[in-house]
């Protein structure tokens, strides 16, 4: 074992305590699940220039071989958050599993191939129909269209003011998505178009069944990570133990309010995952 538990920062919720008492006592049986930007990489204005923390790496290979698993559940493309994390062939991380498109498609260390279904028909046509639509509503200018592959998004952080922005745009783009049979996921100043029927709740909720966990940990920063802070409420509610961490943002209050322990970014996450892998067995 490492140093003392009490050198952790301490869940702020019984049920939080709770969550945290369970991992240290059964490691094995816990299963470590983590958003990717915002919560391992800091939030940039150009998505395709972010990075995990530099300290991610060294805190995920240090805690994946102390637990049942680790998967970084994000709404990304899984094979760009496996490049933009450095995640592929790191020592420690040989099981570590990444479930992008909100769990759409799985890429898996050991085998290092991405598994995805076939592209939803509405994203296609969003995508030809997306720049004209935002410039015939005047939303063009400020905004930006980020290709995901598998759904679109239009990001406003870069507008005048960016939650003016962000307001303006939910109701058209969430008329546009519903005719093309796809739904809008919000977060940071940046609107999602994707197909409906998976989140981080369902993708969390359906690996945890897969792996039998008995105990969860979950970390993220956004609006979509509500669906998984849900599917780990629910599994409380059922008597199994979770710790729900927030990487914390004043853009995203709901998060922080609902979280047993809030972290001021991911700097902090991965300083806590480090500390956590020093008070696990080797």
């Known amino acids: 074992m490492g140093s003392h538990p009490h050198d952790l920062p301490m869940p702020v919720?019984?049920?939080?305590?709770?969550?945290?008492?369970?991992?240290?006592?059964?490691?094995?049986?816990a299963v470590v699940a983590l958003d990717f930007d915002g919560t391992l990489a800091e939030i940039v204005p150009d998505p395709d220039q972010a990075r995990a923390h530099p300290a991610a790496?060294?805190?995920?290979?240090?805690?994946?071989?102390?637990?049942?698993?680790?998967?970084?559940?994000?709404?990304?493309?899984?094979?760009?958050?496996?490049?933009?994390?450095?995640f592929a062939g790191?020592?420690?991380?040989?099981?570590?599993?990444?479930l992008g498109h909100y769990g759409a498609e799985r890429w898996d260390a050991v085998t290092g191939i991405v598994h995805a279904p076939a592209e939803h028909p509405g994203v296609a046509a969003v995508r030809a129909e997306l720049p004209g639509f935002l410039d015939s509503?005047?939303?063009?200018?400020?905004?930006?269209?980020?290709?995901?592959?598998?759904?679109?998004?239009?990001?406003?952080?870069?507008?005048?003011d960016?939650?003016?922005?962000?307001?303006?745009?939910?109701?058209?783009?969430?008329?546009?998505?519903?005719?093309?049979?796809?739904?809008?996921?919000?977060?940071?100043?940046?609107l999602e178009l994707?197909?409906?029927?998976?989140?981080?709740?369902?993708?969390?909720?359906?690996?945890?069944?897969?792996t039998d966990a008995e105990t969860v940990v979950y970390a993220g920063d956004d609006l979509g990570d509500l669906a998984a802070y849900a599917a780990v409420e629910k599994r409380r509610a059922?008597?199994?133990?979770?710790?729900?961490?927030?990487?914390?943002?004043?853009?995203?209050?709901?998060?922080a309010a609902r979280a047993d322990l809030v972290l001021p970014g991911p700097a902090a996450i991965t300083s806590y995952l480090t500390a956590l892998a020093a008070h696990l067995p080797a």
């Open 13 to 29: 919720t019984a049920a939080g305590r709770e969550g945290l008492a369970a991992l240290l006592r059964a490691p094995r049986d």
């Open 57 to 86: 790496l060294p805190a995920l290979a240090a805690l994946a071989p102390r637990v049942a698993s680790v998967a970084v559940i994000t709404g990304r493309p899984a094979g760009v958050a496996v490049r933009l994390g450095g």
């Open 90 to 98: 790191v020592a420690g991380l040989e099981r570590l599993v990444v």
């Open 137 to 160: 509503i005047g939303a063009w200018q400020g905004t930006w269209i980020e290709e995901k592959g598998r759904a679109l998004a239009v990001h406003t952080r870069r507008a005048a």
């Open 162 to 190: 960016p939650a003016a922005a962000f307001a303006a745009l939910r109701e058209p783009l969430d008329e546009l998505a519903a005719r093309h049979g796809l739904i809008v996921e919000p977060g940071r100043a940046v």
């Open 194 to 210: 994707r197909p409906p029927g998976m989140d981080k709740g369902v993708a969390l909720t359906e690996y945890l069944a897969e």
């Open 238 to 255: 059922e008597g199994l133990p979770g710790l729900l961490l927030c990487s914390g943002s004043e853009e995203v209050q709901e998060l």
